[in-house]
């Protein structure tokens, strides 16, 4: 079983920066791929990025592309979402996610674990 606890969100202004925290459980998390997903109110869940074992490999939703960056330290057993120039529509619950799979993946119905989420607001 594998235990993830998100960390980082808050309120920030339109422009302003955040950077999120994912603690993983367990001695596997050079094993797994991390992810993460966001879900606005009224809104399905969706991807963010995503970011393989060794972190070589990462995918971006083109929504984020050059502002987000995903990144891990698999010797402290957690992965990051650095997220710049934020805007009001990035508001949203932010999800960690995590699977022993192989690359990456950008579907919330590959990742077998998930963390209680975290709150993002980004105002105008």
């Known amino acids: 079983q594998v235990y993830l606890v998100e960390s980082g969100g808050g309120l920030v202004q339109a422009g302003g920066s955040l950077r999120l925290s994912c603690a993983a459980s367990?001695?596997?998390?050079?094993?797994?791929?991390m992810g993460w997903f966001r879900q606005a109110p009224g809104k399905e869940r969706e991807f963010v990025a995503t970011i393989s074992w060794s972190g070589s490999t990462t995918d971006y939703a083109d929504s984020v592309k050059a502002r987000f960056t995903i990144s891990r330290d698999n010797a402290k057993n957690t992965a990051y979402l650095q997220m710049n120039s934020l805007k009001p529509e990035d508001t949203a619950v932010y999800y960690c996610?995590?699977?022993?799979?192989?690359?990456?993946?950008?579907?919330?119905?590959?990742?077998?674990?998930w963390g209680q989420g975290t709150q993002v607001t980004v105002s105008s």
């Open positions: 367990g001695r596997t998390f050079s094993r797994l791929i």
């Open positions: 996610a995590a699977a022993y799979r192989l690359g990456v993946s950008t579907s919330n119905r590959n990742y077998n674990y």
